[in-house]
């Protein structure tokens, strides 16, 4: 059984920088058979997709975040990580970590999320 | 690339069937039959109930349909029940291992 479980800081400051990380258990990162993602929900709003990687280390951003976001994988500590810089309080969202199934191209597997509060 | 648009809302009594919408353009939906839709209940995370256009993962009951013409996507609910009462959203695949979501529609169950 795959989990993914989110990690980090419920609340980070205007301006600085949000660090998240996904540990995945029950299966390999380093299968070529999916991608992991990130995603992000404003508190009422809808789902936005904010970048994927592979587990070579290729990576793929929303062309709206790409200025302000990395993301990084372990395959060693079997974990992917999200950095996102600059912040304001329209990053204020539950951010998700998912498994992306490559054929298929469909978000299969989700961590529950953790919510992230940008205070100025 | 901009969000995909859906219904802000869809209401049905129970045993009805209801459909949702989610439109895309030429560059997602419109080329792309990798279209997804989740379900998600309040305070949980979204669960897949639907992927590439009209395909269902183990386990997903068979009330739950998905289908796609041009740039538009549809997930039909039949039957519906009062554990249906949730948000629904599309995704669809866009092209150089990107993704976008719709904005969500919540159903009500009456």
């Known amino acids: 059984q795959l989990q993914l479980q989110e990690s980090g800081p419920g609340l980070v400051k205007a301006s600085e920088t949000l660090s998240l990380t996904c540990t995945v258990s029950g299966g390999s990162i380093s299968s070529s058979s999916y991608y992991w993602g990130w995603i992000r929900q404003p508190p009422g709003k809808g789902l936005e997709w904010i970048g994927s990687i592979y587990y070579s280390g290729s990576t793929y951003y929303n062309p709206s975040l790409k200025s302000r976001v990395t993301i990084s994988v372990d395959t060693s500590k079997n974990l992917f990580s999200l950095k996102v810089n600059s912040l304001t309080a329209a990053d204020t969202a539950v951010y998700y970590c998912?498994?992306?199934?490559?054929?298929?191209?469909?978000?299969?597997?989700w961590g529950q999320g953790t919510l992230v509060t940008v205070s100025s | 690339q901009s969000a995909l648009t859906q219904p802000a809302s869809v209401s049905g009594s129970p045993g009805q069937s209801i459909t949702i919408s989610c439109t895309g353009t030429?560059?997602?939906?419109?080329?792309?039959?990798?279209v997804s839709w989740f379900q998600q209940h309040p305070g949980k995370a979204p669960k897949l109930l639907i992927y590439?256009?009209?395909e269902r993962p183990s386990g997903v009951s068979d009330r739950f349909s998905g289908s796609k013409s041009g740039n538009t996507a549809s997930l039909t609910i039949s039957g519906l029940q009062a554990e249906d009462e949730a948000d629904y959203s599309c995704c669809s695949y866009a092209g150089g291992s990107t993704w976008v979501f719709g904005g969500g529609t919540k159903v009500t169950v009456l």
């Open positions: 998912a498994r992306v199934v490559v054929a298929a191209s469909a978000l299969d597997d």
């Open positions: 590439d256009v009209s």
């Open positions: 030429s560059s997602d939906v419109g080329t792309y039959d990798y």
